[in-house]
Structure formats: structure tokens, C-alpha cells
């Protein structure tokens, strides 16, 4: 089996990932350092985003109504909502256009 997609920018292990519903390509996956990523399948050379969540993420899913948004619950008891559309990594990098 060939891979088609890597995620390699998690310096701990990877906890969970999340496919979008509406597109399959795009994954959503928290580590154990604490950052979630988001990485679409359609781009494969593109970076994707990164962002930092200061602690554990409990877990995380996309929105079954909406191809563009994704919730993340963590551990601190707060949720942090994603809108791929407005999306900006924290790290400096990101989806083109």
C-alpha cells in the first residue's frame, strides 16, 4: 500500500483524526504536543495549519451540516471552533487562496 499523504509536523504522537464529511481529502488531527492540524489531501505539497491549544485536546469533529467548520473540546474545559475558510495557522503557514 502506497501512502498518498503525510502528516509529519507533530513532534508527539498523534491522539486522533477527523474526516470531513463533506471532503474526504481534508483531515483534522490533534498530538500529544498539545496542536492540532489540519491537512488537505487535495493539496498534498501544501503545508497546511498548524495551531498551538496550550493543553490537551479531549477530542475533536467536524460539523455534520457544514463542510467548512470543525470543533476541538479541550481538556481546560473550552472548545475552540474552526472555520477552514477563515483559517490562519498560529505557525505561519497556511492554504494558498
Do not use: C
Amino acid at each position: 500500500m502506497i501512502s498518498i499523504l503525510s502528516i509529519e509536523d507533530m513532534k508527539d504522537k498523534v491522539q486522533a483524526v477527523a474526516w470531513n464529511h463533506y471532503a474526504p481529502e481534508v483531515l483534522l488531527s490533534w498530538s500529544f504536543d498539545q496542536t492540532v492540524v489540519l491537512k488537505d489531501g487535495r493539496q498534498p505539497s501544501h503545508l497546511g495549519f498548524k495551531w498551538s491549544v496550550m493543553t490537551d485536546v479531549e477530542t475533536l469533529a467536524w460539523n455534520p451540516h457544514s463542510e467548512h467548520s470543525s470543533v476541538v473540546s479541550i481538556e481546560d474545559g473550552t472548545m475552540k471552533v474552526f472555520d477552514i475558510r477563515a483559517a490562519q495557522s498560529a505557525f505561519g503557514y497556511g492554504f494558498d487562496g
